[in-house]
């Protein structure tokens, strides 16, 4: 079902002996958890349903999958959506293995075993860490800092919720306040994020975690009035343009440019992402249902996908399975291979002062001028926002259809 490399991998990490049997999951509840360093776990929580079936569990988020192949007695997981897969092998119920990520040449060592919970507590919380959060990371580095805002919610122990940012939000977090110490997590296929840090009723102090490859202290101070930057006022044509132009290549290789008779008198949406991004698969998975639910009107969709796997032909699979996960079907074309580097990605839309994030949207009007730019996305995890942008995203294009 998978390539060589499926097979390269069980038997250059496991050396699985030859035999008949076949070790199957056991059905239930797991805590998962993923080496971030040696002092440091990410966890998080599946339950299998069957051989071929199990759900993922971030707070809110539940993530099906059911890309399951057994070899002897290892288990190959692939996400949905993203190319990350688990490998382990299965002994008594318990699974030992790696997380990787193939376009990045990542890995981190991965175990599973029943359990119901996420983190271990020991202490009743402290505090209530329910409320906004004004979060600078990287506070003592001026290249790198970036303002965040924290939404959380807390009942118990338990506390959930999400960081914004100007480029969009940290997914799904979930985890504990255990006396004084907050732990966060969350993993959807592409991202492990851990959040740590030690708190009071009115400041956190910690560390971000992503993965093996990056980590970044933060702080925070509660704040129930603070906003971040305007998402609408970040990117922006440079002066002289009032259009974008651009010509990629679809799946087909037939090359598409907003100059084809399909846009021509029509409200345009312009999708900057990448399949590899957790943002861009929210935003796409809301941008393909509204498509779908607006297709008698003068309304077209084009994303642009920036992938950083090596080949042409291994971005289109990306962006195939994209599309047939979620259900798109508006064109996704390949604007870059081989990097997702974002002053790359300028070279490419050298109309616009920078691209930001991934993902970014451009609201095109009938004439074929630009009229507004959105950064980043506030998905599902930001709750009041996620609700706030729909109305916004909705009464704005309503405007430019009846112009």
Known sequence: MKHIFLVVLFLGLFSCKYENKITYLEKGKFRAELKVNDSLDLPFNFEVFSANKLLVFNAEEIIEVDDIVYNNDSVYINMPVFDGF????????????????????????????KNNTRFDIGLKANYDLSGNWETIFSPENKDDTYLGKGIFKQNGNTVTGTFRTTTGDYRFLEGVLDGNQLQLSAFDGAHAFLFTAQVTDSTMVGNFFSGTHWEEP?????????????ANELTYLKE????????????????????????????????????????????????????????????????????????????????????????????????????????????KLPMLNHVLSYPTSIFIDKTGKVRKIHTGFNGPATGKKFTEFKKDFDDFVNKLLIE
């Open 218 to 230: 933060f702080i925070s101070k509660r704040s129930d009035n603070f906003e971040l930057p305007d």
């Open 240 to 347: 002289g343009y009032d259009k974008i132009e651009f010509s990629f290549p679809d799946e087909n290789g037939n090359m598409v440019s907003l100059t084809d008779n399909r846009f021509k008198d029509k409200v345009v949406l312009v999708q900057i992402m990448g399949t590899w991004c957790p943002n861009c698969l929210d935003e796409s998975k809301y941008y393909s249902e509204y498509f779908k639910n607006n297709k008698n009107k003068n309304l077209e969709f084009i994303a642009l996908a920036f992938e950083y796997v090596k080949t042409q032909e291994a971005a289109f699979k990306n962006i195939q399975r994209l599309k047939n996960k979620t259900g798109i079907s508006y064109p996704i074309l390949l604007a870059q291979f081989g990097s997702n580097d974002k002053q790359e990605a300028n070279d």
């Open 86 to 113: 688990l490998v382990a092998k299965i002994e008594e119920g318990k699974l030992n293995g790696s997380f990787i990520t193939p376009g990045l040449d990542r890995h981190m060592f991965f175990k599973a075993e």
